[in-house]
C-alpha cells in the first residue's frame, strides 16, 4: 500500500468497503473479515465478531508481522491465516475474506474438483480469480488454516474453504474487494448453470485473456 495514504485513510476505506460488502448481503451477521497491509512493519485487519456494516475505523486491530497485536480492538480470530497468505505471496496487498452466499454454497458441493472449484465460466473470474483451490475443511480459528493457506499462496490469488466460504487477494484493497464480488457473482453464475448444458472458455479464449490481461490461469 502507498505510503502516501495514511493510517487512517486506510481505516476508512475498510469500514466504507465493509459497509459496501455487508449492504450486499456478502458478509451476513459478524462473518468475514478484511484486511490490509499498511508498511513494512505493520498491518490493518478487521476485530473478532465486528460487524462489515458497522465498522468504527479506529477500533480497526493494527498488528506487526509476527501477528503481535499493538492497537484497536482485537483482531480476527483468522488474522494468522491472513499473515500467512502476506508472507508467502508478496504480491498480496490486500485479503477479503467472506460467506458469501453463493461461493459458500459452491464450498459446500461434494464433486468439486480439488484444484478448480469453479470452471473457467467468464473472463472476468478468470482475469481476477484464477484457478480456485478447494481446502480441505477446518474450524474457523484452527490455526492449521494457516499451514494450508502458505501452501497455496504463491501461486494462488484466492482459495475456497470447504463448507466455509472464499479468501480472495490482490493488489490493492480496493481490487481485492471487486475481485471477491466478482468471484460471488461467478459462483451464482455456476450454480444457476450446473444442470444445463454451459460453456466454457475455450483454452485459446483462456491464451488470449493470459496475453492482454495477464490472466493467469492453468489448464
Ligand atoms: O468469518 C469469520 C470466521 O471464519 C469471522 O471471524 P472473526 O469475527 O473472528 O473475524
Ligand atoms: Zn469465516
Redesign the pocket.
Known amino acids: 500500500m502507498s505510503n502516501a495514504t495514511t493510517e487512517h485513510q486506510l481505516r476508512q476505506r475498510i469500514a466504507t468497503l465493509g459497509q459496501r460488502l455487508y449492504a450486499r448481503g456478502l458478509s451476513p451477521g ?4 478484511i484486511s490490509v497491509r499498511f508498511d513494512e512493519q505493520r498491518w490493518l485487519c ?1 476485530p ?3 460487524c462489515m456494516g458497522e465498522l468504527e475505523p479506529e477500533e480497526i486491530s493494527l498488528l506487526d508481522w509476527e501477528g503481535n497485536h499493538l492497537g484497536g480492538e482485537p483482531p ?3 488474522y494468522f491465516f491472513h499473515l500467512a497468505y502476506y508472507r508467502h505471496r508478496p504480491a498480496a496487498q490486500a485479503i477479503v ?1 467472506l ?1 458469501s452466499s453463493y461461493s459458500s454454497a459452491v464450498a459446500c458441493l461434494d464433486d468439486l474438483d480439488p484444484h478448480n472449484a469453479l470452471p473457467p465460466i467468464t473472463p472476468y473470474f478468470v482475469m481476477r480469480i484464477g484457478n480456485l483451490p478447494l481446502l480441505p475443511y477446518r474450524r ?2 484452527d490455526v492449521r488454516l494457516g499451514d494450508d493457506i502458505a501452501r497455496y499462496a504463491p501461486k494462488h490469488a484466492a482459495v475456497l474453504l470447504a463448507n ?1 466460504g472464499p479468501v480472495v487477494t490482490g493488489k490493492t484493497l480496493d481490487a481485492t474487494v471487486s475481485a471477491a464480488e466478482e468471484l460471488e457473482e461467478t459462483a451464482k453464475l455456476y450454480l444457476l448453470l450446473r444442470d444445463k448444458p454451459y460453456r466454457e472458455l475455450t483454452r485459446s479464449q483462456i491464451e488470449e485473456l493470459k496475453e492482454v490481461f495477464g490472466a493467469e490461469w492453468e489448464s
Open positions: 459478524t462473518s468475514g473479515n478487521t473478532t465478531n465486528s480476527s480470530k483468522e475474506h460467506h474457523p480459528g466455509h
